[in-house]
């Protein structure tokens, strides 16, 4: 086992759009996504708002006859996966298709589906129920459909950890290409679940923030007024490959994947451990993991939900793994602009990550405007900043306890330098 893991190539389908510079200068302008739900009557709900994607058009990526066949979480995925070939300039006819992999993370897979099918089972009967709901609905069917559309026969794999899926997808990948099984994996994560079932599940819970006269102030992490977490949709894609691989076809890279730690909280269902001792391990796993100390992260793309205990907890873990370099480190939520993609969160985060490595450019926490005398630590508030980012992390805590940390480092290019 060994060997560098890099990120050539990334693809996003967010509420920010579907294009990567336009993703990334919303996010550096401090826009946000969160707009009310129109892909549904939700006026009967105490959450009204969410972070959909607009004008998404499958055909783009597919034809019409196999989007129909696709719940909308595939759809993403497929879509992400083909921009994110492009970008990286991927040609399948020039690799052994044998040694390409697909792992993804989903936390909810096709729930369109299964609400769609259940009424038609309710209101027609069970002969009227369609064919295709059980391979349109499972959660695995995403990174399945990848491999039948490129022929791909390496690993095919889908986490469900809840909101730490994506992250936990990217890991796995990392170690797979660092184990030599595969030379390329297709990583990242799809969830399409603003529906009125999961819509309905998650405002029982109270999870959900209610601010729905202003949605776009609605996600606030880590500000004293946050009210909830604010469902999201989407998908983002990265293309991971061994160094040696990306090197010899000469691809641009991104960032190193250099680190990756997992913990549980054995706590709750759904509260976080209040004292952040998951939290922490997974982040200190993932710095062991990459080899580098707490005071040369740079950054922290924080898990951040909007919610009152998780962004607390959060904060605690930081400062029990990070010390005296909690107080020093850049953090930020974009989630603040994004909304919550639960399962496929981490994977857009990544990106995130990837591209403040790339530009210098740490991206805010909207909506920062009351500090929380519990969250005192640096969020990036409200806008932008320049910064020389080497080392990032990106956190993904998910119901059940999971925590997935995932380091990312600035490529250098050490044959070059030793040449």
Same mark, same amino acid.
């Given at each position: 086992?060994?060997?560098?893991?890099?990120?050539?190539?990334?693809?996003?389908?967010?509420?920010?759009?579907?294009?990567?510079?336009?993703?990334?200068?919303?996010?550096?302008?401090?826009?946000?996504?969160?707009?009310?739900?129109?892909? *549904?009557?939700?006026?009967?709900?105490?959450?009204?708002?969410?972070?959909?994607?607009?004008?998404?058009?499958?055909?783009?990526?597919?034809?019409?006859?196999?989007?129909?066949?696709?719940?909308?979480?595939?759809?993403?995925?497929?879509?992400?996966? /083909?921009?994110?070939?492009?970008?990286?300039?991927?040609?399948?006819?020039?690799?052994?298709?044998?040694?390409?992999?697909?792992?993804?993370?989903?936390?909810?897979?096709?729930?369109?589906?299964?609400?769609?099918?259940?009424?038609?089972?309710?209101?027609?009967?069970?002969?009227?129920? /369609?064919?295709?709901?059980?391979?349109?609905?499972?959660?695995?069917?995403?990174? $399945?459909?990848?491999?039948?559309? @490129?022929?791909?026969?390496?690993?095919?794999?889908?986490? #469900?950890?809840?909101?730490? /899926?994506?992250?936990?997808?990217?890991?796995?990948?990392?170690?797979?290409?660092?184990?030599?099984? #595969?030379?390329?994996?297709?990583?990242?994560?799809?969830?399409?679940?603003?529906?009125?079932?999961?819509?309905?599940?998650?405002?029982?819970?109270?999870?959900?923030?209610?601010?729905?006269?202003?949605?776009?102030?609605? /996600?606030?992490?880590?500000?004293?007024?946050?009210?909830?977490?604010?469902?999201?949709?989407?998908?983002?894609?990265?293309?991971?490959?061994?160094?040696?691989?990306?090197?010899?076809? $000469?691809?641009?890279?991104?960032?190193?994947?250099?680190?990756?730690?997992?913990?549980?909280?054995?706590?709750?269902?759904?509260?976080?451990?209040?004292?952040?001792?998951?939290?922490?391990?997974?982040?200190?796993?993932?710095?062991?993991?990459?080899?580098?100390?707490?005071?040369?992260?740079?950054?922290?793309?924080? @898990?951040?939900?909007?919610?009152?205990?998780?962004?607390?907890?959060?904060?605690?873990?930081?400062?029990?793994?990070?010390?005296?370099?909690?107080?020093? #480190?850049?953090?930020?939520?974009?989630?603040?602009?994004?909304?919550?993609?639960?399962?496929?969160?981490?994977?857009?985060?990544?990106?995130?990550?990837?591209?403040?490595?790339? @530009?210098?450019?740490?991206?805010?926490?909207?909506?920062?405007?009351?500090? %929380?005398?519990?969250? %005192?630590?640096?969020?990036?508030?409200?806008?932008?900043?320049?910064?020389?980012?080497?080392?990032?992390?990106?956190?993904?805590?998910? *119901?059940?306890? @999971?925590?997935?940390?995932?380091?990312?480092?600035?490529?250098?290019?050490?044959?070059?330098?030793?040449?």
């Amino acid at each position: 086992m060994g060997g560098r893991v890099v990120i050539t190539g990334v693809g996003v389908i967010s509420p920010l759009g579907n294009e990567l510079d336009g993703f990334w200068s919303a996010l550096v302008r401090g826009e946000s996504g969160i707009r009310r739900i129109t892909r *549904f009557d939700a006026s009967g709900f105490r959450t009204q708002i969410a972070g959909e994607v607009p004008d998404f058009d499958p055909t783009l990526y597919m034809d019409r006859k196999e989007a129909r066949r696709m719940d909308r979480f595939t759809q993403f995925a497929l879509g992400a996966t /083909s921009l994110a070939m492009a970008d990286a300039g991927l040609d399948l006819d020039e690799e052994d298709r044998e040694r390409v992999g697909v792992i993804l993370g989903s936390g909810i897979g096709g729930i369109a589906t299964l609400e769609e099918q259940a009424r038609v089972l309710y209101e027609k009967g069970p002969g009227r129920v /369609s064919p295709f709901f059980v391979p349109m609905m499972i959660g695995n069917m995403a990174a $399945g459909q990848i491999a039948l559309a @490129h022929g791909l026969y390496g690993p095919n794999v889908t986490l #469900v950890t809840a909101c730490a /899926s994506s992250n936990n997808a990217i890991g796995d990948a990392m170690r797979a290409i660092m184990y030599g099984e #595969v030379d390329v994996v297709i990583t990242g994560g799809a969830e399409a679940a603003i529906t009125p079932l999961a819509l309905a599940g998650f405002c029982s819970m109270k999870a959900l923030s209610t601010r729905n006269e202003e949605p776009a102030r609605a /996600s606030r992490p880590f500000d004293a007024g946050r009210d909830g977490f604010v469902m999201a949709e989407g998908a983002a894609i990265l293309i991971l490959e061994s160094e040696e691989h990306a090197r010899r076809r $000469g691809a641009r890279i991104y960032a190193e994947v250099a680190g990756y730690g997992l913990s549980c909280d054995a706590y709750h269902m759904t509260a976080p451990e209040p004292e952040g001792r998951g939290a922490a391990l997974a982040m200190l796993r993932a710095m062991a993991d990459a080899g580098v100390a707490p005071d040369e992260v740079d950054y922290i793309n924080a @898990h951040g939900t909007s919610t009152p205990l998780g962004d607390i907890a959060e904060t605690v873990g930081i400062k029990r793994a990070f010390g005296a370099a909690a107080s020093r #480190v850049a953090i930020s939520s974009t989630k603040s602009m994004t909304g919550h993609l639960l399962g496929a969160a981490g994977a857009l985060e990544a990106v995130v990550c990837a591209q403040a490595i790339r @530009h210098g450019i740490i991206p805010p926490t909207i909506n920062y405007e009351n500090s %929380d005398p519990e969250c %005192d630590l640096d969020y990036v508030p409200n806008t932008a900043r320049k910064a020389d980012v080497r080392v990032a992390l990106s956190n993904g805590f998910g *119901f059940g306890g @999971h925590n997935a940390t995932l380091c990312f480092r600035r490529f250098e290019d050490t044959e070059e330098r030793e040449g």
